[in-house]
């Protein structure tokens, strides 16, 4: 099934009294976007924060090159090669994460490393991988909750201590099936 096209972000504002700043700046005041961008020691542009926000647009984690048809309709002249390494450059500061590739398993039986795909968000939450269709998306955290509440701290806290490290997130992946004409494909 193929996945509904990803929101294009919103126009990035640029009215009221932006610093003076470069003109690749605008935009890059008092959106949360801008403050997580700055705070994570990134240049605040308009290439930027319009990637940030189509990132974090949406729950499916996009491809880079998903990513870059998004931001077209913004950024007509940017490439895809821009847009990767923009999301390299968020994932280097800590503000999105890179997920490992799952090999696609298509109807045909042909098998593809397929692309890494990208994830703003930044509480813990539990993926749903769906190797058929090669899609990763995220649990609602109402249901998310069900198992990341029921992880005992003191299992954390032996870890850690037998480990030697603090653990600062967890990450769960579920791995599934689509069941025959469920919504979940
Ligand atoms: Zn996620």
């Known amino acids: 099934m193929s996945q509904p096209p990803l929101a294009a972000p919103a126009q990035a504002s640029s009215d009221s009294d932006p610093p003076a700043k470069s003109s690749d700046d605008e935009g890059c005041n008092a959106t949360e976007g801008a403050r997580l961008l700055l705070n994570a020691g990134l240049r605040c542009t308009r290439q930027r924060l319009a990637v940030y926000a189509a ?33 390299e450059a968020f994932c280097q500061a800590g503000i999105a994460q890179k997920l490992p590739p799952s090999p696609t398993r298509g109807t045909t039986g042909t098998a ?42 003191d299992a954390i806290r032996r870890i850690e201590r037998e480990l030697g490290c603090r653990i600062t997130k967890v990450q769960i992946e579920l791995v599934a099936e689509a069941e025959a004409g469920s919504g979940a494909a």
């Open 112 to 153: 593809g490393p397929g692309s890494a795909r990208f994830d703003a968000t930044h509480h813990n939450h539990l993926h749903l991988r769906l190797p058929e269709s090669g899609e990763l998306r995220d649990v609602p955290d109402r249901l998310g909750r069900l198992i990341l509440d029921s992880i005992p701290a």
């Open 55 to 87: 990132l974090r647009a949406t729950t499916l984690h996009p491809t880079a090159d998903e990513l870059h048809r998004a931001v077209l309709p913004l950024l007509p002249r940017v490439s895809l090669a821009t847009v990767y390494n923009t999301l």
